[in-house]
């Protein structure tokens, strides 16, 4: 039975930091290309980040520079920095996997088979 679990979200003020992780249980996850994905009531779920089976790592222009996707192995989580959060970062956060997503495809909420339920985080100003 495949789960994965987010955590550490919450209230933060313009400028903190958070970390979010998604620890994986029935995968492996570096046999998967992991992604963090965000969804705002009544909009589409947006691509935040992902990290490849390699360690490389993609990131929408809205975050790049700020946020920090990486990998612990040993623990089975991958793990989102979010630095310098402005407003419009708040969002439920969806941790996602997959085994065969490649290229633009990291970036399409449909190429990920597995779901976590999602964690809360509100920026306020």
């Known amino acids: 039975q495949v789960q994965l679990l987010e955590s550490g979200g919450g209230l933060g003020q313009a400028g903190d930091s958070l970390r979010l992780s998604c620890t994986a249980s029935g995968l492996t996850c570096s046999w998967y290309v992991m992604g963090w994905f965000r969804q705002i009531p009544g909009k589409e779920r947006d691509f935040v980040a992902a990290i490849s089976q390699s360690g490389g790592s993609t990131y929408a222009d809205s975050v790049r520079g700020r946020f920090t996707i990486s990998r612990d192995n040993p623990k089975n989580t991958v793990h989102l920095q979010l630095n310098s959060l402005k407003p419009e970062d708040t969002a439920v956060y969806y941790c996602?996997?997959?085994?065969?997503?490649?290229?633009?495809?990291?970036?399409?909420?449909?190429?990920?088979?597995?779901w976590g339920q999602g964690t809360q985080v509100a920026v306020s100003s």
């Open positions: 996602a996997a997959d085994s065969d997503a490649y290229g633009l495809a990291v970036m399409r909420h449909v190429s990920y088979h597995y």
